[in-house]
């Protein structure tokens, strides 16, 4: 037997013993074999886990759709600009992604602007073989930090803290 099928095999055998850890149980419940803290039993000695989150999600949807009504169209407005995600569970972050530094230079400027000035930022450059360069935007909005931006595009991720 090649190597390839031997690999095949092995990747297999690791994916099915790891779909065998768990119990599947009806409703989308997962329970995880092995004792637990301050987590509910069944009564067959399982642990059941719950996920969630530190803001009710009947806040947390309200202030998502708010801060993405009020960035959207910043993003529309600078080209090949996107928003890769927003988080409103606690303070709400957003990923603001562009195709340049003087674009990234100018969202960042559009969103501090509607936020009055308060915003904290992380700036990166992301090379990917397959899109290239582009600059990723981590914006924490309305935060009691701010951070100034940056005068030109050059600081804007070589003045990263």
């Given at each position: 037997?090649?190597?390839?099928?031997?690999?095949?095999?092995?990747?297999?055998?690791?994916?099915?013993?790891?779909?065998?850890?768990?119990?599947?149980?009806?409703?989308?419940?997962?329970?995880?074999?092995?004792?637990g803290r301050?987590?509910?039993?069944?009564?067959?000695?399982?642990?059941?886990?719950?996920w969630s989150?530190?803001t009710?999600?009947?806040q947390?949807?309200a202030a998502?759709?708010?801060?993405?009504?009020?960035?959207?169209?910043?993003?529309?407005?600078?080209?090949?600009?996107?928003?890769?995600f927003?988080?409103?569970?606690?303070?709400?972050?957003?990923?603001l992604?562009?195709?340049?530094?003087?674009?990234?230079r100018?969202?960042?400027?559009?969103?501090?602007?509607?936020?009055?000035?308060?915003?904290?930022?992380t700036?990166?450059?992301?090379l990917?073989?397959?899109?290239?360069?582009?600059?990723?935007?981590?914006?924490?909005?309305?935060?009691?930090?701010?951070?100034?931006?940056?005068?030109?595009?050059?600081?804007?991720?070589?003045?990263?803290?």
């Open positions: 037997m090649n190597n390839h099928g031997m690999s095949t095999k092995v990747a297999l055998w690791l994916v099915l013993a790891g779909a065998l850890s768990c119990n599947f149980q009806p409703g989308g419940e997962i329970s995880t074999r092995g004792p301050s987590h509910p039993r069944s009564s067959n000695g399982n642990v059941t886990e719950f989150t530190s009710p999600m009947e947390q949807m998502t759709a708010e801060a993405m009504a009020r960035v959207q169209p910043m993003t529309s407005a600078v080209q090949a600009a996107k928003m890769q927003m988080n409103c569970d606690g303070p709400c972050v957003t990923r992604q562009t195709s340049s530094l003087a674009d990234a100018a969202l960042l400027t559009s969103v501090s602007a509607a936020y009055q000035g308060r915003i904290s930022f700036a990166r450059e992301v990917d073989p397959y899109t290239g360069q582009s600059f990723q935007l981590d914006v924490l909005l309305d935060s009691d930090k701010p951070r100034p931006l940056p005068e030109t595009d050059d600081e804007l991720v070589a003045g990263d803290p």
